[in-house]
């Protein structure tokens, strides 16, 4: 597969070195982006399949393996590691609304709790270019301890959007605003 490494662009420049600043677990060690081989792409669908939310919505593993492993020229799709072992998966796509979109976030159990998901959300504030004015990212209105995790790294609610992936779920659109972008046209 022949990815773009490009300096140029944005979430395009893997590997990453995260920075975990602790979390319940202690946090500590190497933590990774990297890009997600095909191999991985199938553990990690199979994996996510049977957690909420994607088991709420009856997401098959290989749906869910397909879009792990998918090549989109505005979509990157990493590896979360730390100490070297697969933690997890992130899919950011870019540019969208004026800032990068956070399509994807899961870690695997086990994973949780160490500071990696705090650590990827840095990441990605620090990678948007200059005058970018925000992030943003969709959490099933059921998904309570997403929800709480996201607005303790600084999203708000921006809309409630009835049915999108599914009848009687409804999502909610996330932003976190970046600072000293007031009045900038920035991407």
């Known amino acids: 597969m022949v990815r773009d490494v490009s300096s140029e662009r944005p979430f395009h420049r893997a590997p990453y070195e995260l920075v975990v600043r602790g979390g319940d677990g202690g946090g500590g060690g190497r933590s990774t982006l990297t890009w997600l081989d095909p191999g991985e792409a ?4 199979a994996a996510f399949a049977v957690m909420n939310p994607w088991a709420a919505y009856r997401t098959p593993a290989p749906r869910l393996a397909g879009f792990f492993a998918a090549v989109e020229h ?43 998901g705090e650590a990827v ?41 009835p049915s999108l992936a599914a009848d009687d779920i409804d999502e909610i659109l996330m932003r976190r605003r970046l600072p000293g972008t007031a009045g900038s046209a920035g991407d």
């Open 74 to 116: 505005d979509c990157a799709r990493y590896a979360i590691r730390h100490e070297g072992r697969l933690s997890g998966v992130v899919v950011v796509r870019w540019p969208w609304l004026h800032g990068p979109y956070l399509q994807f976030l899961g870690l695997l159990e086990g994973q949780q709790g160490f500071g990696l």
């Open 42 to 45: 199938k553990l990690l669908g």
């Open 121 to 161: 959300l840095d990441w990605m504030a620090a990678e948007a270019p200059p005058g970018t004015r925000n992030l943003w990212l969709c959490v099933s209105a059921f998904n309570t301890r997403a929800r709480i995790f996201y607005e303790r790294n600084g999203y708000e609610m921006a809309a409630t959007i």
